[in-house]
Structures are given as structure tokens and as C-alpha cells.
């Protein structure tokens, strides 16, 4: 999980400024991961951190986007946080909407098609405003079971 979020911190050309950006690995790759496709958890992260970069463009410093995950046996969470402004309620009540949009040149398309991966994923995707600033984007997933081991020689 870790990985993935480093790919996303790191695939994305800087659109702002003095942006930090950074990645928090917080489980080893052997530990229990995310019941969804590392492809289609990528898509989201990618979304999640270009629409914090444009929330970022015109924010006072220090500005940091920070993607960080953790497994425990039951879920993977993964966070994507900004020091941005943060989201008005009435937005936040509507951001997944297909069509919504803020943006002059926005689609309002990115964040419903992030909604609907991690839906049919079984997941949950939330958006808030800490008390610290900012947005924070939590997505939730059950974990994926174990990998059956295959059998070393074919059956006769």
C-alpha cells in the first residue's frame, strides 16, 4: 500500500509552487493490503492528489500534500491530506456527484469516478476538514484475503 502511494506522491509534475509533496509508508509490502486492484488505487490517489494541487495553487505557505496508509486485520485506510483552505459543507455535501464541479474548466467527473472505484471495491471514500486546516480524503477497504499458495507441480 505504501508503494502505491509513493507512486502517486511521485508521478504527478508539480502544479504549484513550493509544493511538498510526500508519501508515508506505514506497513511493510507483507503486510495485509487493500482489497482493490493497486492500478485502481493508484487512479484514485492520482485524482485525490491533482485536486489537492489545484486547491493548493493560490494557498498561503507553508502548502503540503501528504498520502499515508495503514492496515490493521480487518481494513486499509489510506489518507490523501492538504493544507489547503478546506471544503465548504455545501461542497463537501455534494463533492461525489457526477457533474459537480467548483472548477472553471472542471468536468465534475474526477471525484465521482474516484467515488465509484472505491465503491465497487467495497470501500468507502470521506472527505472532511480537520481542526488543524486543510482536507482530508479517508478511504476505507476491507482487506483482501490471502493469496493462495499454488502447487508446485501440476496435478495428474
Known sequence: MGGVAAVAARRLPPRVEGLERSASPSQ???EPRPAIASFQLQQVLLN???????????AAAPRSIVVAGVANPEHAIVEVRDTGPG????????????FFTTKAQGTGLGLAIAAGIVQNADGVITVDNPPSGGAVFRLTFPIAPPVADLPSQPRA
Not at 48 to 58: F, I, K, T
Open 48 to 58: 485525490l492528489v491533482a485536486n489537492a494541487q489545484d486547491a493548493l495553487r493560490h
Open 28 to 30: 511493510p509490502p507483507a
Open 87 to 98: 471544503i465548504p459543507a455545501e461542497t463537501r455535501a455534494r463533492i461525489f456527484e457526477p
